[in-house]
């Protein structure tokens, strides 16, 4: 029984241990000479933010029976609704952000916007659109959006969220993503950020959302940069999402940076 406990303790110190951070992947590397590495790196891993907390699956609707005679559909609120996203799209982010991730020694961060469409009640990407950009090894920044709002007004798509590397640091929201991300979030409540980490051993792409909770903190604070955030015991800024992946879903890639 002793054996047992220890074996479940061990265990979930496990899943609990924070993600390695930037200079633990990097094989402790000295960095003071690149101007592009962010000193405060070791800022940014999870526990900066509170630990990761599993996002509630909660369990589907049930079916509202249609009146004879009506093809009847149930309305789903919004923040309810389920997003489906092609299950190709993370490695053809990380092939099309390949030249960048291997630039330098610390790799460059490129980002994506994530497009599609509301049908049958559920948000369907349809689109990964590579927008005019700029990055370092820590941060990316869009640039002319006008194209971006240009390209989704002219196909009627809404943008969904968004996906972006972190070239050698773990699979992580930093203090910059999560400011990034809420903007995203507030404007659709269902909007997700994917972060592709190739050098992360543990955890290769994660998608993630800000909690309720995540989103006041964010939405109060007016910091900038890398920064900590005062967090409650027991309270994550971002967590899980939940949305569904289909091998079926195809979607269209679009290089705004071509133009």
């Known amino acids: 029984a002793a054996a047992a406990s220890a074996a479940a303790a061990a265990t979930a110190a496990a899943a609990t241990a924070p993600a390695p951070s930037y200079e633990s992947i990097a094989g402790g590397m000295t960095v003071p000479n690149n101007p592009n590495h ?14 990761m907390v599993q996002a509630n699956i909660p369990a589907p609707p049930a079916p509202v029976p249609a009146s004879p005679g009506i093809a009847a559909q149930a309305e ?60 370092t090894s820590d941060t990316v920044e869009m640039a002319s959006e006008e194209d971006l709002f240009d390209f989704c007004l002219s196909r009627d798509l809404l943008m969904l969220g968004w996906i972006h590397t972190h070239p050698r640091q773990s699979c992580f929201l930093s203090s910059v993503d999560v400011h990034t991300h809420a903007g995203y979030q507030m404007m659709l409540p269902e909007a997700v950020a994917i972060v592709v980490a190739p050098y992360d051993s543990r955890r290769h792409v994660g998608i993630f959302h800000l909690s309720p909770e995540g989103v006041e903190i964010i939405s109060r604070c007016t910091r900038r940069g890398f920064h ?23 979607f269209d890639v679009e290089d705004l940076r071509r133009r």
Do not use: M
């Not at 962010?38 to 630990?51: E, M, Q, T, Y």
């Open 38 to 51: 962010d000193p405060n790196a070791v800022l940014k891993r999870p526990g900066a933010f509170g630990g």
């Open 76 to 135: 789903v609120p919004e923040g309810d609704r389920q997003l489906i996203l092609p299950a190709g799209l993370p490695a053809t982010f990380e092939r099309i952000a390949k030249p960048n991730t291997n630039r330098g020694e610390y790799g460059i961060e490129t980002c994506g916007i994530l497009c599609g469409r509301v049908k049958k009640g559920k948000l369907i990407c349809t689109h990964l659109v590579v927008p005019k950009q700029s990055g």
């Open 228 to 250: 900590h955030h005062n967090v409650p015991p027991g309270v994550s800024i971002y967590q899980d999402a939940n949305v569904r992946w289909s091998s079926q879903l195809t």
